[in-house]
């Protein structure tokens, strides 16, 4: 008897008419004839298959839901990068402030991460066939079970290396916002006071010095004056 491949039925956990699960639409057992007779003159059986044929075609399945996840996976790894660059930039900024902006520049790097981890999300459309397969491996029957479970492993990997990799995004993000409240608080804005009365006092310093010495200059003149007068007078006395 063949496994019949019906895809209207997709995921499904028994069908009255088969018995059995299908899985993308593939039964996960031999359908009896009466059962392809049904679907066939229902217009919706797509195939008859053989253990073999229905084997491959739901580890292609698989594969291809692996695929996906490991695309996502993959468009994490610029984003870890950047991560660990803005954290780094971010850490010098809140620990030594220069302009007052600092908490805007950081939550800029916080929303690019948080961007990131929007964009390399998995939709359940992705895991939930795998989760739905997983609870009904036990009741296949007659197809190469090795082969399918190397196939579900395979996508729990690629699934762990997705995961691991978002878990880094969001730390880097946390940190973030946690390095953005630490450039906020209100020591940092004294701190970014101070600064820039320094640098302005510096900045202002040579002018003050040039202003005292010629103002030094104007005194000296008047005391000689003082002492022409003063010498003046006692001559004449």
Same mark, same amino acid.
């Given at each position: *008897? ?9 995921? /499904?956990? %028994? ?14 057992? %031999? ?45 994490? %790894?610029?984003?870890?990068?950047? +991560? +660990? ?26 929303? *690019? ?6 964009? /390399? ?5 992705? /895991? ?17 079970? =090795? ?20 878990? =880094?995004? =969001? ?6 916002? %946690? ?14 006071? *101070? ?6 006092? =510096? ?27 003063? /010498? ?6």
């Amino acid at each position: *008897m063949p496994y019949l491949h019906i895809p209207a039925l997709a995921n /499904t956990r %028994e069908h009255p008419r088969l018995g059995c699960p299908t899985f993308a639409g593939i039964t996960l057992s %031999e359908a009896a004839p009466s059962a392809e007779a049904f679907f066939t003159s229902a217009g919706v059986l797509k195939a008859a298959l053989t253990g073999a044929q229905a084997t491959a075609a739901i580890i292609a399945e698989i594969a291809a839901l692996a695929g996906e996840v490991e695309a996502a996976r993959a468009r994490t %790894e610029r984003p870890i990068a950047d +991560a +660990a660059r803005f954290t780094s930039e971010a850490g010098l900024l809140a620990d030594m402030p220069l302009v007052g902006n600092e908490r805007a520049t950081i939550m800029g790097f916080a929303s *690019m991460i948080a961007a990131a981890l929007e964009g /390399t999300a998995i939709n359940s459309g992705t /895991t939930s066939p795998v989760t739905f397969f997983k609870s009904v491996r036990h009741l296949a029957h007659g197809l190469d079970g =090795k082969g399918i479970d190397a196939a579900v492993q395979s996508f729990d990997r690629a699934l762990a290396g997705h995961e691991a990799a978002t878990t =880094k995004l =969001k730390a880097a993000h946390a940190k973030l916002l %946690e390095l953005a409240a630490l450039a906020d608080d209100g020591a940092n804005r004294d701190r970014v006071s *101070m600064l820039k009365a320094s640098i302005d006092f =510096k900045r202002r310093l040579p002018q003050a010095l040039d202003e005292l010495a010629a103002g030094r200059e104007q005194v000296v003149a008047a005391l000689a004056r003082f002492d022409l007068a003063l /010498t003046t007078l006692k001559e004449c006395a």
